[in-house]
């Protein structure tokens, strides 16, 4: 049977993949028994969810995500190794 660890590791690992029938199984065997992981795990889809929701390109975004780069850019000293 795996543990709260093991769950964890797995699913923040393989989130965007798809786990074989047997740890499947596993996983939802240990979320039935567990709730704790059953909470980190919907906080992790709903945090993935989000992050593609925001993510996603829009029609005429194209001024906002501009506009956000250099805002990241400007926030972000720059590294050694990049020359100006």
Known sequence: MLNCKDVHRIVAEDLGQNPGFLRRMEIRFHLFMCVKC???VAQMF????S?????S??????ATADR????IMAC????????D
């Open 46 to 49: 709903a945090i993935g969810e």
């Open 51 to 55: 992050i593609r929701t925001l993510c």
């Open 38 to 40: 059953r909470s980190y």
């Open 68 to 71: 956000l780069e250099r805002e």
């Open 76 to 83: 972000c000293p720059p590294s050694p190794d990049q020359s």
């Open 57 to 62: 390109p829009r029609p005429g975004d194209d």
